[in-house]
């Protein structure tokens, strides 16, 4: 009865390094979304993926991120050549379909040192 | 676009007295839906309580209430009988159909409640 699993809970790296953020989704659960949360602010959404498509990425900042939800696998959030500004705790949420039943994961919290 | 706003940034509250968070939201959308979530010091996000647009009744959810006032666009939540395990931030966020992000919720920066024994 796992729910949606995201590794690691904790991810250290330093400026310049790249960052790499997992989500396995709720079993029979198709959709991903991915979120960021900055200190002291509420989550905000970056993406969402169907198996092996990116549905909508307008919150994905347009340089050094990159999201991908491969056929078998986790989805995976990448953030290259990390700075300070990213350090954030970044969430995962998934649903079985394009409704509003979604359930988010513990999250990453990246720290950029 | 749409906007959620949260006017308390934190809320000092005695135990077992009840609890009204505020939330208001703006949207062009005709048809979306208003959630809660909870945020403990741990770090995880707990959905809460979930009101459709074109719901006719009040959603309720155990302790948990929401008081959609639609012609005011808010959409706040109510705990009854607080606990000490209420303290915790706690998030409004609506979804609805319009592009731009509209696959996502929309937070509100939330509030920090704090029950008081």
């Known amino acids: 009865n796992a729910g949606v699993m995201q590794n690691p809970r904790h991810l250290v790296r330093r400026r310049g390094q790249e960052a790499r953020l997992r989500c396995s989704p709720m079993?029979?659960?198709?959709?991903v979304y991915w979120y960021r949360q900055l200190p002291e602010e509420g989550l905000k959404f970056m993406v969402y993926?169907?198996?092996?498509?990116?549905?909508?990425e307008s919150g994905m900042p347009k340089e050094r991120f990159s999201a991908e939800f491969p056929k078998e696998g986790p989805s995976i959030l990448r953030i290259q050549q990390v700075v300070r500004g990213d350090s954030a705790a970044y969430f995962c949420?998934?649903?079985?379909?394009?409704?509003?039943?979604?359930?988010f994961g513990s999250g990453t919290r990246l720290t950029v040192v | 676009a749409q906007k959620i706003t949260q006017t308390q940034p934190g809320m000092f509250v005695q135990e077992k007295e009840a609890v009204t968070l505020d939330c208001t939201y703006d949207?062009?959308?005709?048809?979306?839906?208003l959630f809660w979530y909870k945020q403990p010091s741990s770090g995880e996000m707990i959905f809460l309580i979930y009101?459709?647009?074109?719901?006719?009744q009040n959603a309720t959810e155990g302790r948990y209430s929401l008081n959609f006032q639609k012609a005011r666009k808010s959409a706040n939540l109510v705990i009854s009988a607080s606990q000490l395990g209420d303290s915790a931030m706690y998030f409004c966020?609506?979804?609805?159909?319009?592009?731009?992000?509209?696959?996502?919720?929309?937070f509100g920066k939330g509030t920090h409640l704090i029950i008081q024994p």
């Open positions: 949207t062009s959308d005709p048809s979306y839906g």
């Open positions: 993926l169907q198996k092996e498509n990116i549905i909508d």
């Open positions: 949420a998934s649903s079985r379909e394009r409704t509003y039943g979604y359930t």
């Open positions: 009101q459709g647009s074109y719901d006719q």
């Open positions: 966020a609506m979804r609805g159909n319009s592009g731009g992000g509209a696959d996502g919720l929309t």
């Open positions: 079993k029979g659960h198709s959709h």
